[in-house]
């Protein structure tokens, strides 16, 4: 374990480069002329891909090459030893000590790496990933998604993690329900974009953290086992702009999902669910409220206590085919909540268990982890057989399977 690693260059092409030290590979890719993309990994360690970048909004059930560079705008920039100037006038230059980056606008640094290690690159800083950059006092920060408080981020840490977090503080409670490490710094120098490619459980610390002994930091830590980040400048609309390209675009939503959607837990919840609705539907006529949708949520799945999803409930919902109809016949579309979870004790968990079809355990047992009403394993989409017994189910009727006691297997 040491704090100074020599890089030299092993790779010159026209829209990357590549440092070695050791085993340690650091790449930056020019994948536009106002973006890069840089990726600090062992070469012993297999890249896993990602889902989470799509440039060509082209679906895939296997993910993209962490390293690939489909459907980028690639450029190549002006080269002088270890600068590269980029064609929107932003300076990369890489100090191969360390390999450390500095990102300049003229002659004013607009960020850089926090000397003198921003990265684990031998486990300096203890297991997993890390990358340390310069914070400015004053700064502001926007993004990471769904999170609590003011919309300025700076000051504060946020664990990045999705987690059902039903009555949560909307200005204390972290983490929230989205997975987004993406954030816009604005300083005194202008703006810029990060983008860290990960799935995994992280942590965005944006001056929280205070050391003496380093210069202003804020930095990323992840449990991933490698690290590859995406830098975008501009303005702030610009970047935003440039972060939406990259993960790719949605498709236009229908016209219907711009009117009221409606949406609530007692409904499902209530033991006269029916009853409940029908005097939805009436209020809907006496104040003459456009309605065009409404969110069905998980107690139309229920058994007994717990929820056990592409089951109907036909206590409360004696006719689902009659339900949907009749607000269809209202103008109102049924949007079932669903999830790729099955608790232990569901009717098709044993069955989808021997096919192999959930996130596995390394002896490959089934992964069980707490659900909402108990322990449950997620269905693997990398899976093919698992993808597709997904799309069929949620495509097709559900039968209704209603019992007031599953036994459990």
């Not at 710094?185 to 202008?190: D, F, I, Q, T, V």
């Not at 219907?256 to 007692?266: E, G, I, K, R």
């Amino acid at each position: 374990m040491k704090f100074n690693h020599s890089f030299e260059l092993v790779n010159d092409a026209a829209s990357y480069v590549e440092y070695e030290s050791g085993n340690v590979t650091a790449r930056l890719d020019f994948i536009s002329p106002s973006a890069v993309r840089v990726a600090v990994f062992n070469k012993t360690e297999k890249l896993q891909n990602t889902f989470n970048v799509n440039p060509q909004n082209i679906l895939s059930r296997t993910g993209r090459s962490r390293l690939d560079t489909s459907g980028f705008s690639l450029c190549t920039p002006k080269k002088d030893s270890d600068s590269f100037l980029l064609p929107c006038g932003v300076k990369a230059e890489v100090n191969t000590n360390n390999f450390l980056l500095t990102f300049s606008t003229g002659n004013t640094v607009l960020f850089k790496d926090r000397a003198p290690l921003a990265y684990n690159l031998e486990n300096e800083f203890g297991n997993g990933v890390f990358h340390y950059v310069s914070r400015e006092e004053g700064e502001h920060i926007y993004g990471c998604g769904d999170k609590g408080g003011s919309l300025d981020k700076s000051g504060r840490a946020f664990r990045i993690e999705t987690t059902d977090c039903m009555g949560y503080n909307a200005e204390t409670t972290d983490p929230l329900y989205k997975h987004i490490p993406f954030y816009i710094c604005e300083n005194s120098a202008g703006a810029y974009g990060i983008f860290y490619d990960t799935s995994c459980t992280s942590k965005l610390d944006f001056g929280k953290e205070i050391n003496n002994y380093y210069e202003p930091y804020k930095y990323f830590q992840s449990d991933d086992s490698c690290l590859v980040y995406y830098v975008f400048f501009g303005t702030k609309l610009q970047i935003v702009q440039q972060f939406s390209a990259l993960c790719g675009t949605q498709a236009f939503p229908p016209k219907w999902s711009f009117d009221y959607c409606a949406s609530t837990m007692a409904y499902t919840d209530a033991e006269n669910s029916s009853e409940e609705f029908d005097g939805f539907l009436n209020k809907l006529h006496d104040t003459g409220l456009s309605c065009s949708g409404f969110y069905l949520s998980s107690g139309y799945t229920s058994i007994g206590n717990n929820r056990y999803v592409f089951n109907w409930n036909t206590d409360k919902f004696p006719n689902p085919s009659e339900f949907v109809s009749k607000f269809k016949n209202e103008g109102i579309h049924i949007i079932p909540n669903i999830k790729p979870a099955f608790l232990i004790d569901h009717p098709m968990y044993s069955d989808l268990a021997k096919r192999g079809l959930f996130v596995k355990n390394p002896d490959g047992t089934p992964f069980v982890t707490q659900f909402w009403d108990g322990g449950g394993s997620y269905l693997d989409f990398t899976n093919p057989e698992a993808f597709d017994f997904w799309k069929t189910q949620v495509r097709k009727t559900a039968r209704p399977r209603h019992r007031r006691h599953v036994e459990r297997q």
